[in-house]
């Protein structure tokens, strides 16, 4: 069975504090990716990897920055939190096949303060 | 304008009730299309791609129309457990946009 963990569901922080979201799945996917979804916004793509570290810029991976290591792992860092990146935040995987089977973790509810 | 439109609803329909739900995006280079299904609090999960033949799943049935740039989501004999948001999802070139969903609301 498909699986991907997201280290915490809900997380408080405060401005300009150093946040770490941690991502796992055990699909041995090569493919993953960090997205935030806001209301009325929808997803959107932060920062997606392809392969062990390997980076790509999303739509938004502005005060964001990422880590692969290994392959099975996905960290979403934020340097320095700042309010408005309170939001769901979202990590997904998805293999070999159509880039659109992304299995995706349960999320991690952030708030900056 | 944004690249993934959808209404948010919320759409609140009795047990048994036909609903459907449009979603329009802007890019005509758009080359796969699928709707999401995400549960309050809960993660989003596929569930089913837009072929352009339209395809059925149950009593689900998804439509695609090019000329009009809209695909479509038809839920026939609801049942509560169809209560959730249903995420219009548009590809390009491995590029996916996610729209911002329709709630739906099924009710005894």
């Known amino acids: 069975d498909v699986k991907v963990t997201q280290s915490s569901r809900y997380l408080v922080k405060r401005t300009g504090e150093k946040v770490f979201l941690e991502c796992v799945q055990d699909?041995?996917?090569?493919?993953m990716f960090w997205y935030r979804q806001d209301p009325g916004l929808g997803l959107r793509l932060i920062y997606f990897?392809?392969?062990?570290?390997?980076?790509e810029k999303g739509d938004i991976p502005e005060g964001y920055s990422v880590s692969r290591e290994k392959k099975e792992r996905f960290s979403l860092i934020l340097e320095s939190a700042s309010t408005n990146q309170t939001s769901m935040y979202l990590c997904?995987?998805?293999?070999?096949?159509?880039?659109?089977?992304?299995?995706f973790g349960p999320g991690t509810r952030l708030t900056v303060t | 304008r944004k690249e993934v439109e959808q209404d948010p609803g919320p759409f609140n329909v009795p047990e048994g009730a036909t609903v459907a739900f449009n979603c329009t995006y802007s890019n005509s280079a758009s080359q796969s299309f699928f709707w999401y299904r995400q549960d309050c609090r809960k993660e989003p999960k596929l569930l089913m791609s837009v072929y352009s033949s339209g395809n059925e799943d149950g009593r689900f049935t998804a439509q695609l129309n090019r000329a009009s740039q809209y695909i479509s989501l038809l839920i026939r004999d609801s049942k509560l457990s169809d209560s959730a948001t249903y995420l219009c999802?548009?590809?390009?070139?491995?590029?996916?946009?996610f729209g911002a969903g329709t709630r739906l609301t099924v009710k005894p």
């Open positions: 997904a995987s998805s293999g070999q096949g159509p880039i659109y089977e992304q299995y």
């Open positions: 999802v548009v590809e390009n070139n491995n590029d996916m946009r």
């Open positions: 699909m041995d996917h090569e493919n």
């Open positions: 990897s392809y392969d062990v570290k390997m980076k």
